[in-house]
């Protein structure tokens, strides 16, 4: 059974599917003070009232563990020289997601601009 996919713009396509998803979004986004731009660019951590990002919401996502090892870790991660390094890696791992295991061609961020 051979059947013939007709493409439509795919652009088009996917800028709806993004749109319809961020809809859900946006309100949850605003409750917690976030613009969409902050979300598009880096990962989010909200605890109460204080929101950490990029490398610092992977830093507390390790220090509120129950494990003593991982809670360590994350502490280690938040000061100097390692928060330095910790921010370095976190904008690796961002910008070459799409390369490592699982990740896909949609994973690519836009280029800078």
Known sequence: MS???????????FLKAREELLCHFRPIISH??????QTASRVYLVLGDEKF???LAFAYTLFIQRTPVLSALGWVLT?????WLGSIGYALVARYRHRLPGGTPACKLPPAG
């Open 53 to 55: 990002g990029g490398h």
């Open 79 to 83: 000061v100097p020289p390692f928060c």
């Open 32 to 37: 917690f003070g976030l613009t969409e731009q």
């Open 3 to 13: 059947r013939k996919l007709a493409y439509r713009n795919l652009p088009q396509l």
